[in-house]
């Protein structure tokens, strides 16, 4: 009795095995599963036989039935597996593709490099803890000149190519020559210490060339605080010029003439040729644009640098002519 | 400013020791003083192989008429001593007995020419005799220069004119320092950097009876207008050339030389910085001279022959009869000037006020080295000195004899200032430690003389050179500029803040990523329009002008952004650029009553070739990015715009700006073809919606019911209206409503169209019923259909 159920049940398996292994998807390979693992396969079949032996049989035919068991389910996985995976590889096959095919796409636009060059300064400066403060771009007078110890006549006034506008009195309002009015404005409207840059936009009677536009962009730093010295101005031009051209570059102040500072200053940069680049003008605030900003010279020092961005992003990317910076030609703005 | 080593020598008695044979290291040490150097030059160019002549004998060449044939004795230099050499020779200014200069073969000329024997017409040359021009030293370029008779033939010409080679710093120097614009000020500065004495030399001459007192005069009329009048008279002048040396340093400095008393008069305004101007003494009667303030409408000939009408704000030096014979500071008059014929010559030398000069000198177009100096401010003290070293030079060269006696007359001079200077102050801005000597050392040598001195202070006497230094600011720059900026050290200063941008800086960044999101570009258009640009783009002309604008096509302010982007679409599809879409932030400028004109900051973006639905789709785009939820879209006629395809935008009730088309009018005019899409918002607004950030809604944990619905729409309903009915009516079961079907045909009829919605229904606390939704339906297809005269499809 005994040896017939295994006899049957080995046959039966070995007969599923074959199958499962001619079995041509996964559909077939289900159907062997039920037909031998089921509920009415006849592994459950033989399990149930089982009661019907004599106890001291029991035991062995079950362990038996249970190895036959684990041999067929081993074998339907091994060949399930391998249907899955033939499957995929037809499917693959099916939908290669060539990925150099695909076109590019719309582009995502660029900003302008002078707002780029702008942001990283703007960025670099607050990361040192200066805030960034804002002027109108028409200003007076007295904002753009005489509050920066420029007063009518003075032959400095020559130098800036003013262009004024018809606005109030003749010669009352302009459009700023650069963002030193700020400086005024800022010193009027908070209290110190001031810790500030004023980036923005200015303006020249100047006729574009590869050098010079009548629009251009320049950024401004102003410190006040008690005891400020002309080291702390050499050791804030140092901290910039490292992090933004490298820890490499040195920087060095020589002096220079601006009526608003004093003492004033030229700050250089060194080339890797060991020549030295002019980078923008700085200075010890002059007591007479702290008085008119209505702080006392006594009581308070400070500083003040600034520079053109245009001419940085200028060096940056190696343009060669200011002119093609603001020309907008979509070929030009798309490169950065 | 150009400056020779050899010129600020002469004031310097010890000399700059070492650095002298480091032209590049006492340029390093100028700009160190703010006297930056531009370039550094060796003059004084190599005569090596040119030696002195003597012509022995002029002959005819046989063929040629322009040529003549010389024979020269060069002292055993390049032919025996007495042997006579032939030279060819294109000149004709020299007779027998002459020295000359002669490049002999093998020379190699200033100009870098390589003499050779050569053949000319058959004849042999055996070098070149040579003018001024070809030797680099003067700029006769006439005829061959002759030499001083008393020169040793055979000599080497530079051994024979003591000429060595020198060094020609080019100077850049700032509007402050007048001292600097003469060689004695840049040696004063320099000698003290290097601590060696600076020294004013003598300038010695004789003196002849009568005095200048009683053969010339001046009144100072106006006070503002001269600081300072000098008067010297000299006689037997005779009017040559200047000699060789001096030439030499004017050519080198940038000044023609012109003859003997000209030459004098800039090379002692370069020396000294004053300026001076000669008169013909014989043309001015009794040598009366009177300065004043010239009237409106008067005339005067210059001495370059033009008639200029004068202004009531020029200066002028007069006749006695106060007829105008010189423009103050600017320019020397016709009748008066100096010629061949002059004998004896009236010297001045005065101070002008600053700002007339730099008035009169701008208004009629004569900017000179001499009104850059008075503009500037020159030494009202220097007067008698620089008076002094013209009749020194003069008596030398023109062999002039000088009357006794220097008249000079104050006007508003006034006497510089002392000024008290603190250490405490000294050391705080310059981050120093100074002490009074240490201060004192450092001032003294450029003449900041110590009136009195305290433990921590000393009063200095400003000198008389530097009208730009008044107060103690202007002397710690000093002390600063003399003991070397690198010595106040380096350190960063901690602000007491943290370093923070304001909403306004964050949010134009926001909106430019916005944009650049939707592949925009960022455009830079200058802010500037030429008249009509905004009434070709539709916009009212009310533009703000300029006052002085360079050129009428930069003469009025941007009211919009959409000229400024129109020229940029404009310029790309002339230059077939594809896939044009460009933005631009920045500000316009409208007119105001207030103190300043009204500068607001918007946003516009144009893609060239698209209609407004790219707009619109642009514009729901950066509305979602830039948190613009509950923005509406108001179709409505607007200026430049397409009146059929343009909306304004609102947020909170206000006006945001305008979605849509360009006008084909205004394509039109600015020569662009195709459609121009466009959108434009205020920044403001924008900047507020980032400042309330969306708030937090509960997902509900429910399922959602869709319910499509389509409705026949007249045309004079606009989709968005009716999505607004829905959501009144859907009340807060209506998540979602979206428009995915626009469909028009004959059967709908007339201008109406279908509009599909897909509805989205969702309850947050409940799974909706059948007949919950049946209700909102209802309500949703009764609202539309009675409000919109819609019928459901």
């Given amino acids: 009795m005994t040896e017939s159920l295994l006899d049957d049940l080995q046959t039966s398996v070995a007969e599923a095995i074959a199958a499962v292994t001619d079995a041509a998807d996964i559909d077939a390979l289900a159907d062997i599963e039920r037909s031998s693992l089921g509920k009415k396969g006849f592994v459950v079949s033989a399990k149930k036989a089982v009661g019907t032996l004599d106890p001291e049989l029991r035991k062995s035919t079950g362990q038996a039935i249970n190895e036959a068991k684990v041999q067929l389910d081993e074998a339907i996985a091994a060949r399930r597996s391998e249907l899955g995976r033939s499957a995929r590889s037809a499917q693959y096959e099916g939908e290669r593709m060539d990925l150099t095919e695909v076109p590019a796409g719309a582009s995502v636009g660029h900003a302008h490099i002078v707002t780029q060059t702008w942001d990283v300064l703007e960025d670099l400066f607050v990361g040192m803890g200066f805030r960034v403060v804002e002027g109108p771009h028409i200003e007076t007078d007295w904002h753009n000149f005489d509050a920066l110890n420029i007063p009518k006549g003075h032959p400095a006034r020559d130098g800036f190519d003013t262009m004024y506008v018809n606005h109030g009195e003749p010669g009352s309002t302009l459009l700023r020559t650069h963002t030193s009015p700020v400086q005024i404005r800022t010193m009027l409207d908070q209290e110190p210490p001031i810790y500030v840059i004023a980036p923005g936009r200015v303006f020249r009677r100047d006729t574009a060339d590869s050098t010079h536009m009548p629009v251009f962009h320049q950024i401004e730093g102003l410190v006040i605080d008690r005891n400020i010295s002309l080291a702390d101005l050499a050791g804030t031009i140092d901290a910039f010029v490292t992090a933004y051209f490298g820890a490499e570059v040195k920087s060095r102040l020589r002096p220079n003439y601006f009526p608003f500072t004093e003492p004033s200053a030229e700050f250089d940069i060194q080339r890797s040729d060991g020549s030295w680049l002019e980078m923008g003008g700085c200075g010890m605030v002059h007591p007479n644009v702290l008085r008119a900003g209505g702080i006392d010279p006594e009581e308070w020092s400070g500083f003040a640098f600034g520079f053109g961005i245009d001419r940085l992003a200028l060096m940056k990317y190696g343009v060669d002519d200011l002119r093609d910076m603001f020309a907008n030609d979509q070929r030009f703005l798309a490169q950065f | ?793």
């Fill in chain 2, 1 to 793: 400013m150009n400056v020779l080593l050899s010129w600020m020598r002469e004031f310097v008695p010890q000399g700059f020791g070492e650095l002298e044979n480091d032209p590049n290291a006492l340029a390093d040490v100028l700009t160190g003083l703010g006297l930056v150097v531009e370039s550094v030059e060796t003059v004084g160019a190599n005569w090596d192989g040119i030696v002195v002549a003597k012509v022995l004998g002029l002959r005819k060449h046989p063929e040629a008429d322009r040529i003549q044939l010389v024979d020269v004795d060069t002292g055993g230099a390049a032919s025996a001593a007495g042997e006579p050499l032939q030279i060819c020779c294109g000149a004709f200014n020299m007779t027998v007995g002459d020295l000359v200069p002669l490049a002999t073969i093998g020379t190699t000329m200033p100009g870098g020419m390589e003499i050779a024997e050569r053949q000319l017409r058959g004849e042999t040359s055996n070098g070149m005799l040579c003018s001024a021009v070809e030797l680099e030293a003067g700029d006769d370029s006439d005829g061959i220069m002759i030499l001083d008779a008393g020169l040793t033939i055979g000599q080497g010409l530079s051994e024979a004119l003591g000429r060595e080679s020198d060094v020609l710093f080019e100077l850049d120097v700032e509007g402050n320092r007048p001292d600097a614009l003469s060689v004695a000020g840049v040696a004063r500065d320099l000698a003290a950097k290097l601590g060696t004495p600076f020294v004013l030399p003598e300038t010695p001459f004789a003196e002849t009876e009568p005095p200048a007192s009683s053969r010339a005069s001046v009144v100072i009329e106006d006070s503002v207008l001269c600081q300072r009048f000098g008067l010297r008279v000299l006689d037997n002048v005779t009017v040559g050339q200047s000699p060789l040396w001096m030439q030499q340093r004017l050519i080198a400095s940038g000044q023609r030389p012109i003859n003997a008393v000209v030459d004098i008069s800039n090379y002692v305004m370069l020396e000294r910085g004053q300026p001076n101007h000669t008169f013909d003494l014989a043309t001015v009667p009794d040598g009366a001279l009177r300065v004043r303030m010239a009237t409106e409408g008067e005339t005067i000939t210059t001495l370059d022959g033009q008639e200029r009408t004068l202004s009531a704000t020029d200066g002028l030096v007069c006749n006695g009869d106060s007829v105008a014979i010189s423009i103050a500071g600017v320019m020397g008059g016709f009748d008066t000037e100096i010629s061949e014929s002059t004998t004896s010559v009236l010297l001045e030398a005065a101070v002008w006020d600053r700002m007339t000069i730099a008035k009169t000198s701008r208004r009629l177009g004569l900017r000179s080295e001499a009104s850059t100096r008075f503009e500037r401010g020159a030494d009202p003290q220097g007067i008698e000195r620089a008076l002094d070293r013209f009749c020194q030079l003069a008596a030398e060269i023109c062999g002039a004899t000088i009357a006794e006696g220097a008249l000079v007359v104050d006007g508003g001079v006034s006497t510089p200032p002392q000024v008290t200077v603190r250490t405490a102050r000294v050391n705080q801005i310059l981050n120093l430690d100074l002490d009074v000597d240490q201060v004192a050392k450092l001032l003294t040598p450029i003449g900041f003389a110590t009136v009195s001195v305290a433990t921590d202070s000393l009063v200095v006497q400003i000198p008389s050179w530097r009208p730009d230094s008044s107060a103690e600011i202007d002397v710690i720059e000093e002390i600063g500029r003399h003991h070397g900026y690198e010595k106040s050290g380096s350190r960063v200063p901690t602000p007491a803040q943290a370093g923070v941008l304001t909403a306004t800086q964050l949010g134009r960044r926001k909106v430019r990523s916005a944009f650049m999101a939707e592949g925009f570009s960022e455009a830079m258009p200058l802010p500037f329009l030429a008249p009509g640009d905004l009434a070709k783009a539709g916009l009212d002309e009310a533009g703000i002008s300029l006052e002085n604008p360079l050129v009428a096509e930069e003469s009025i302010l941007r009211t919009s952004l959409l000229p400024g982007l129109l020229k940029a679409v404009a310029f790309n599809q002339s230059h077939r650029n594809a896939d044009v879409r460009l933005f631009e932030l920045g500000a316009v400028f409208l007119p105001s009553d207030d103190e300043l004109p009204v500068e607001e900051e918007w946003v516009a973006a144009v893609v060239m070739g698209a209609d407004a639905a790219v707009a619109v789709e642009t514009l729901h785009q950066v509305a979602r990015t830039l948190n613009l939820a509950g923005m509406r879209i108001i179709n409505s006629e607007i200026a430049g715009l397409h009146p059929t395809r343009s909306a304004e935008l609102q947020f909170w009730g206000k006006s945001l700006g305008s979605v849509g088309e360009i006008s084909p009018e205004v394509l039109e005019a600015y020569e662009i073809e195709g459609r121009v899409a466009w959108l434009a918002m205020r920044v403001p607004p924008i900047v507020k919606a980032q400042q309330s950030p969306p708030k937090f809604k509960k997902v509900s944990r429910y399922p959602s019911s869709d319910l499509d619905l389509a409705f026949v729409v007249p045309a004079s309903v606009a989709a968005s209206d009716v999505i607004n009915t829905m959501r009144k009516a859907g009340g807060e079961l209506l998540k979602t409503a979206e428009l995915f079907d626009v469909f028009r045909s004959e059967t709908i009829g007339g201008d109406a169209r279908s509009l599909a919605y897909r509805l989205r229904f969702q309850a947050a606390d409940r799974t909706l019923t059948d007949d919950e939704l049946a209700g909102v339906r209802e309500k949703i297809i009764g609202a539309v259909t009675k409000k919109h005269t819609a019928t459901l499809r």
